[in-house]
Structure formats: structure tokens, C-alpha cells
């Protein structure tokens, strides 16, 4: 519920606000989409534009998607969902405990060691604090230099202990996959009813989308997104329906 409401999207100067606020980000840079409209705009004409290509059009290629069809297509994909769920919930839990088991194992070993590499370099930090202050008290370290490199390994410090922080909170969310499974099924099936698309159900459901940029060579402007559920990431609609049909 805190994410949530943290979560909640803001309303532009011209008073206007959009549920997917927040939630969508450029496939290439990962930074977020911007939603754009003005007083003037029909819904229709309300689109989400990369922050990056806004900003500088050399570093990413124009991802732009109207808001309308975004939402089409991610309330089309949280439907199929909630038909999987619904449907052949024993093969859905099956199938995801396998491939949450595998993501979760490579990610707990890459951030286990990058959290070893953090905390080391935090212990290396304070005997190098130690060092500093005795060369400064002895003479050997003049004042200005003694304090610009107290300031930077105070700073150093500081953004090392964030990180472990969230690595350790990581490494424990992927830990806890199996409940976090149990409860999203909970939330499909609290949503499963929906007849819209609405922004307590897209923020319960959905953590981030990321869009691509827009697919020309057929002649026709073809974009899609990727949607990652909250608490287990992404869910291949397509591949859980044909195998399980098979």
C-alpha cells in the first residue's frame, strides 16, 4: 500500500494526469517516459515521450507512444494474464516457481558478490580514513588535502553503505519468491472481474513498462512494450498458453 501511494501519478500544469505516470521507461536508455499533453489536447493526442530523445535527440531514437494505445496494450496483457491465472492457476504457479527459481538464483549470485565487493571496499574506506588522520596529525598530510580526501571518502562511504542496503533488501525479496508469487496470484484473482483498467489494479499489478522504439520497415508504425509485474517480473502470456494447451 506505501508503494502505492507513493507511487500515485501527479497532475500536470494543465491539470490533467495519467495512471501510467511514473510506470513507463524507454526500452533502450531505461530512462522514463515523460507524459506530455496540453489544455488543448483530445485523449487521444496524449502521448508519453523518452526523456532522454526530449533532452538530446543524438543519445536515443524517438520512443514516443500515445497514451490511449498504451494503455490498449498493457490492459490487454494484464487480461490474458488474469485468463491464465484464472484458468490453469496449478500449471501458472508451476511454471513461474521454475523460471522465478532460475532469475532468482543468478540474481541473488550477482548481487551477493557485488555486496561482498561493497562491504570490503567500506572496511578498506575506514582503515583509509585512519591513515589520512594519523598522517594529518604527524605532519605528513597538510590540512587542505587531509580534508578533501576525508570528504571523499566520507561521500564514498556513504554511497557504498546505500548500495549494500539495497542489495541486501534485494537479495531478500528474491529470497521470499515463492510468498511473492502466492500474493500476486492473490492480486489477479482480487482483479479478475475488472471490466477496465483501472490505476489501483495497473499499480498493484504492474511495476514498469518499457517501450521500444516504433517498428517502420513494414510501412506501418508497429511499437510494443514490455511489461514487468510486480513481485515476479516478467510473465510469457504466449508461451504458458501454448504449452499448456499442447
Not at 571496499?121 to 591513515?131: A, G, M, Y
Not at 511495476?207 to 511499437?223: F, N, T
Amino acid at each position: 500500500m506505501q508503494e502505492i501511494r507513493q507511487q500515485r501519478h501527479r497532475r500536470t500544469a494543465t491539470g490533467k494526469s495519467n495512471m501510467f505516470s511514473g510506470l513507463v521507461f524507454c526500452n533502450d536508455c531505461k530512462q522514463k517516459l515523460y507524459y506530455s499533453t496540453t489544455s488543448y489536447f483530445e485523449k487521444r493526442q496524449d502521448f508519453f515521450i523518452c526523456s532522454t530523445h526530449r533532452a538530446n535527440k543524438d543519445k536515443c531514437s524517438g520512443h514516443y507512444i500515445r497514451a490511449v494505445v498504451l494503455e490498449q496494450q498493457v490492459w490487454k496483457h494484464i487480461q490474458e494474464v488474469i485468463s491464465v491465472v484464472t484458468r490453469y492457476e496449478a500449471y501458472f504457479r508451476a511454471e513461474m516457481e521454475q523460471r522465478l527459481r532460475v532469475q532468482s538464483e543468478e540474481t541473488i549470485r550477482i548481487h551477493k558478490k557485488r555486496l561482498a565487493q561493497a562491504e570490503k571496499r567500506i572496511s578498506e574506506l575506514d582503515r583509509l580514513f585512519i591513515r589520512i588522520y594519523e598522517d594529518n596529525v604527524a605532519g605528513r598530510l597538510d590540512d587542505e588535502k587531509f580534508a578533501m580526501m576525508s570528504t571523499n571518502y566520507t561521500q564514498e562511504q556513504a554511497d557504498l553503505k546505500t548500495e549494500a542496503k539495497s542489495l541486501q533488501q534485494e537479495i531478500q525479496e528474491q529470497e521470499r519468491q515463492a510468498e511473492n508469487l502466492e500474493q500476486f496470484i492473490y492480486r489477479v484473482h482480487k482483479n479478475s472481474t475488472l471490466t477496465e483498467l483501472t490505476p489501483y489494479a495497473l499499480r498493484e499489478l504492474v511495476k514498469a513498462v518499457y517501450v521500444e522504439a516504433p517498428d517502420k520497415s513494414s510501412g506501418k508504425r508497429k511499437q510494443r512494450v514490455h511489461i514487468e509485474y510486480d513481485l515476479v517480473g516478467y510473465i510469457p502470456v504466449d508461451e504458458l498458453i501454448k504449452a499448456e494447451q499442447a
